[in-house]
């Protein structure tokens, strides 16, 4: 499996590059009105708007560094029906990884998954699609793309 | 003062009471004066009755009964000379009548009684004397007896007619008499009563009279008393007693006022006295202590004036010898002025060198700053090449997840980008460690820089230094050239100063002389001294006589 490699604050984290859309540099976004304080704000992107989820913001409860490797991962969830975009640091390395082991998983955050065992740092593989609360699944429902 | 009050209080008491009892009396006269003589008095009553006698005794003039009866006495007569002495007596009696009636004219007022008294009583009576003078006289001295009768007739309707009026006058004078009794008595009483009125009234007025003069005279005699307590006292020497003040403006008022003013000046005149005597007797201690320490100093003085005549002397001598030195020390400061110019000339070139390590340090100063914007730019340059490698990274991995996702087909594509990748990474290390290079050149460039102008800085006060050493390298030399003058000033100076000396030697004869003088003069001013203290003493004795009260 090749794996794209990112950090959230300390914690090293990876997902699969065959859910991966595009990976941006951080642009200006637009502002959500009235959604979560983990969603950065909406992203146009290939004529739909994306909403963009800051994983600093839900792993080390701080807003994202300004650097350059501070980038925009665009994701495909629902089977590819519908994007979301990752907001993360270090986005900068692809891993090739042959295995996985599963590690503590917290029930509370079910977008967190195994390890990647073959890695140095054994970062956690993200499931975008378990990343959104209902209130954003509900958001997405009203921009279709 | 129960004493005093009592003694001026019952003088004022016995004046009054004396005033009251000889008023009484004096009252107590008049009313008896009045009372006896009033009408139907005592007095009164003895008058009347004389009057009453009178006029039951003699016969009435106004009344013409006398007359009537001497006509009738004549009828009878026969002998001549009774007849004449009976006609005479007649005459008598009508120039009486008229007399009286004349008076009675004047004195009556005009009213009905004066009327029937002078016109219908006289004209009655009148013809009564006509007809006797006019036809009886003459018929009686004729002896015709019977004319006679006739004109007697005549003359008895005459006198009974003026008798009738003469009742009628009687009358009218009794009742005038009764109405003026009674009005002279009604006058009377009124005049007691006013008489007893005026009697209560003035004793009213004494009594209050008495009651104030008593009063003023207690509060006076106290106040008086209280004046004399104070007076007394201050006699004595206590000067504490308060003297109340006192609201009256009388003249006891003023008084107390002013004892009490008096008192209190009194007090502070010895309170200031005593101040006074406490300081001059301590003045005259100082001045018996002083004036021994000056003793002392004189007879040290003399001493001393010995002392210095023999210092003066070995002065003389001492100068003498520093003329010697000064002549050695005149050589000295010409060797001194060489060596100072050749300092000078040494300190002008060192000035020079000084200016040309100032001008290189400039320049310097002036590279460095180039060498610091070559950095800048150098730096800007080093950020652009990390934009073109982060591009490059992002490219990349966009490229290689493509190739990824094409499977099979993209294997090729997907070790390019990852070639790629590792490229742009490596440019990314080696731009980092640029700019750190960069940084670390900037740091040193920036130190050099202050080095520099730290350097300069001390170049330029180095020349400051050098100018101000120079100048005074200057002045040295100019204060060396200006010594020799002054060595022979100095050289005078010391020829003066022996000379000098020798006079002071005599001068300080003069002044033991002096010393001496003074010394009695002291003795005396020390019994002086005594002689003060001992009337201090005495004044102090004196004053501690005096109480304060606030000591």
Redesign the interface.
């Known amino acids: 499996m090749?794996a794209?490699t990112f950090r959230a604050g300390e914690t090293p984290l990876a997902i699969d590059?065959?859910l991966?859309v595009?990976?941006?540099?951080r642009v200006t976004l637009q502002k959500a009105a009235l959604a979560p304080e983990a969603v950065v704000g909406l992203l146009p992107f290939r004529g739909t708007l994306t909403p963009v989820v800051d994983l600093c913001w839900l792993v080390a409860g701080r807003s994202a560094r300004g650097q350059?490797?501070t980038?925009i991962i665009v994701t495909q969830v629902d089977s590819g029906a519908r994007y979301v975009g990752l907001l993360a640091e270090d986005?900068?390395e692809?891993v090739d990884s042959r295995d996985t082991i599963l590690g503590l998983n917290n029930l509370d955050h079910t977008w967190l998954g195994e390890h990647l065992a073959d890695q140095p740092e054994m970062p956690m593989i993200v499931h975008p699609s378990e990343l959104l609360p209902d209130a954003l699944q509900r958001l997405f429902e009203a921009n279709p793309p | 003062m129960s004493r005093g009050e009592s003694q001026l209080a019952s003088r004022l008491s016995m004046f009054v009471l004396v005033f009251l009892t000889l008023y009484a009396v004096f009252a107590f006269v008049a009313w008896r004066t009045l009372d006896q003589v009033r009408v139907k008095g005592p007095y009164y009553t003895e008058i009347m009755l004389g009057n009453e006698l009178i006029a039951d005794v003699l016969p009435p003039p106004q009344y013409i009964i006398e007359s009537y009866l001497l006509t009738l006495q004549l009828i009878d007569e026969r002998d001549p000379s009774e007849i004449s002495r009976l006609i005479e007596e007649g005459n008598e009696l009508r120039v009486t009548y008229e007399a009286r009636q004349e008076y009675w004219k004047r004195a009556l007022d005009d009213s009905t009684m004066k009327d029937l008294m002078t016109v219908t009583a006289s004209r009655a009576a009148m013809e009564f004397f006509r007809i006797r003078d006019d036809v009886y006289i003459p018929a009686i001295r004729a002896d015709d007896r019977v004319a006679a009768r006739a004109a007697l007739d005549q003359m008895r309707q005459r006198y009974e007619a003026h008798r009738y009026a003469i009742d009628e006058v009687w009358e009218l004078a009794e009742t005038r008499n009764a109405d003026y009794e009674k009005r002279a008595d009604a006058l009377i009483g009124e005049q007691i009563r006013t008489l007893v009125i005026l009697a209560i009234g003035v004793v009213l007025v004494v009594v209050v009279m008495a009651w104030f003069a008593r009063r003023s005279a207690q509060s006076l005699s106290a106040r008086v008393l209280l004046v004399s307590d104070v007076a007394g006292r201050v006699a004595q020497g206590d000067l504490t007693t308060e003297v109340p003040p006192s609201d009256a403006g009388d003249e006891a008022g003023r008084l107390l006022g002013a004892i009490g003013g008096m008192t209190q000046s009194l007090r502070g005149l010895v309170t200031r006295v005593k101040q006074a005597s406490v300081e001059l007797m301590s003045t005259a201690t100082e001045f018996a202590a002083t004036s021994r320490q000056q003793e002392a100093t004189v007879q040290g003085f003399g001493a001393s004036t010995n002392e210095i005549a023999a210092a003066v002397k070995q002065i003389a001598a001492t100068s003498q010898e520093l003329l010697a030195t000064m002549e050695g020390l005149n050589a000295v400061s010409g060797q001194t002025a060489d060596l100072a110019e050749a300092g000078q000339s040494g300190l002008s070139n060192l000035d020079s060198t000084m200016d040309r390590l100032a001008q290189a340090a400039n320049a310097m100063s002036a590279r460095l700053a180039a060498i610091r914007e070559e950095a800048a730019e150098i730096t800007g340059v080093v950020t652009t090449i990390?934009?073109v490698a982060?591009?490059t990274?992002?490219l990349s991995?966009?490229a290689?997840?493509e190739a990824?996702?094409a499977g099979e087909q993209g294997l090729g594509f997907l070790v390019l980008a990852?070639e790629i990748?590792r490229l742009a990474?490596q440019t990314a290390v080696a731009t980092l460690d640029i700019e750190q290079m960069v940084k670390q050149m900037q740091t040193a460039v920036s130190a050099g820089v202050m080095e520099i102008d730290r350097f300069a800085e001390e170049v330029r006060s180095g020349v400051g230094t050098v100018d101000r050493v120079g100048g005074q390298f200057g002045q040295i030399i100019s204060q060396v050239k200006t010594l020799s003058e002054r060595f022979d000033t100095v050289n005078h100076g010391m020829r003066s100063q022996s000379q000098g000396a020798r006079q002071i030697g005599e001068a300080m004869g003069q002044l033991l002389d002096g010393a001496r003088q003074t010394s009695v003069s002291l003795r005396e001013f020390n019994a002086a001294t005594e002689g003060l203290r001992d009337a201090v003493t005495v004044l102090k004795t004196e004053i501690a006589k005096f109480k304060l009260g606030n000591d």
Not at chain 1, 22 to 25: A, D, N, R, T, Y
């Open positions: 090749l794209l590059t065959q991966v595009e990976v941006l540099p350059l490797g980038r986005v900068s692809l | 990390s934009k982060d591009q990274n992002l991995i966009n290689a997840i990824e996702k990852r990748r990474d």
